[in-house]
C-alpha cells in the first residue's frame, strides 16, 4: 500500500521491527540502516565514519584530552572518531603513536617547547601516520629502519606545523621523516634537526612518489640543519619520487 516503503521485503512496514546494517528499512521511518543509534553517522563497519555505532555520545568530531580523558596519547587515538581532536598536556611523553587510518588532529597544548614525544629509541617511529594533523610537539629518540621520528607511508593531506624533531635515527631512509608513496603533505613553520639516516635523507627523505600533478611535499618557514646521511644529509627525493617538492622560506644548512 502506499505506506509500505519497500514492497519487496515482506518484514518492512510502518511499525516493522528494525533489523540493523542488513539494508532494508524495516520500521519505514526513512532513517539509515547503518545508523543504530540515531545520531546522523553511520558505522564505521559499513563505509560511515562513527567508531561506536550504539552510543550515541560517541561520533566524529568530538574534542578529547590527555590526561584528563584518557592516560596515555594512544588510548585517546584507540577510542577516537574519524575527525576527533585530540589535545595533549605540556610534559614528555614516553610513547610511540599510531594514528591508523584514522584522520585525527593531534596537538601539543603549550607547543614544542613543553610537549615532547619521546620514543625511547625502541625500534619504531615516534609517530605514524596517514591522514590528520599533527602540531606543537618535540619527536626525539625515534629509531626505525624508516622514518625514525614521523613515518607516512601511503597518506595524504597531512598537515604538520610547529614542531622540533630531532636527534631521530632511520637505518635506511628519513632520520627525521620518512615518506612514502604520499601526496599533499604540508609541514610548516618547524624544525627538522640533528636527525640521522644510514643511508638517504637524514632529515627528510621521499620515496616512490610518481604523481606529478600533485605536490608530494610543502615545506613552508622550516629549519632544515645538522641532519646526517650518506645521501641528501638534509633532503633526500629518490626511486621513482617524480612529484613536486615545494620549498617556501626554508633554511637548510650545515647538513
Known amino acids: 500500500d502506499d505506506t509500505d516503503c519497500d514492497d519487496a521485503h515482506g518484514t518492512a512496514y510502518p511499525g516493522g521491527a528494525e533489523t540493523w546494517y542488513d539494508g532494508v528499512d524495516g520500521d519505514c521511518d526513512g532513517s539509515s540502516d547503518f545508523d543504530a543509534d540515531s545520531d546522523s553517522w553511520d558505522s564505521e563497519?559499513?563505509?560511515?565514519?562513527?567508531?561506536?555505532?550504539?552510543?550515541?555520545?560517541?561520533?566524529p568530531g568530538l574534542y578529547w584530552y590527555v590526561p584528563a580523558d584518557f592516560p596515555t596519547i594512544q588510548e585517546a587515538i584507540d577510542a577516537a572518531c574519524h575527525l576527533d581532536t585530540i589535545e595533549v598536556a605540556a610534559g614528555t611523553w614516553v610513547e610511540n603513536i599510531d594514528y591508523g587510518s584514522k584522520e585525527l588532529y593531534v596537538f601539543g597544548a603549550d607547543g614544542s617547547a613543553s610537549t615532547t614525544l619521546d620514543g625511547a629509541y625502541n625500534g619504531r617511529p615516534v609517530v605514524t601516520l596517514m591522514y590528520g594533523g599533527l602540531d606543537g610537539f618535540t619527536i626525539t629518540n625515534g629509531l626505525a629502519y624508516y622514518g625514525g621520528g614521523v613515518y607516512l607511508n601511503g597518506a595524504n593531506g597531512v598537515a604538520m606545523s610547529g614542531l622540533v624533531v630531532e636527534d631521530n635515527y632511520?637505518?635506511?631512509?628519513?632520520?627525521?621523516?620518512?615518506?612514502?608513496?604520499?601526496?599533499?603533505?604540508?609541514?610548516?613553520?618547524?624544525?627538522?634537526?640533528?636527525?640521522?639516516?644510514?643511508?638517504?635523507?637524514?632529515?627528510?627523505?621521499?620515496?616512490?612518489?610518481?604523481?606529478?600533478?600533485?605536490p608530494a611535499l610543502t615545506i613552508t618557514d622550516t629549519t632544515i640543519s645538522s641532519n646526517v646521511a650518506?645521501?641528501?644529509?638534509?633532503?633526500?627525493?629518490?626511486?621513482?619520487?617524480?612529484?613536486?617538492?615545494?620549498l617556501d622560506g626554508v633554511v637548510v644548512s650545515d647538513n
Open 45 to 59: 563497519d559499513y563505509g560511515g565514519y562513527d567508531c561506536d555505532d550504539y552510543d550515541a555520545s560517541s561520533y
Open 170 to 214: 632511520a637505518s635506511t631512509y628519513g632520520g627525521g621523516i620518512y615518506l612514502g608513496s604520499s601526496t599533499d603533505i604540508a609541514i610548516r613553520e618547524s624544525v627538522v634537526s640533528s636527525n640521522e639516516s644510514g643511508n638517504y635523507g637524514g632529515g627528510i627523505a621521499l620515496y616512490y612518489y610518481s604523481d606529478s600533478s600533485n
Open 230 to 246: 650518506d645521501y641528501g644529509g638534509g633532503v633526500s627525493a629518490s626511486y621513482g619520487s617524480y612529484g613536486t617538492l615545494v
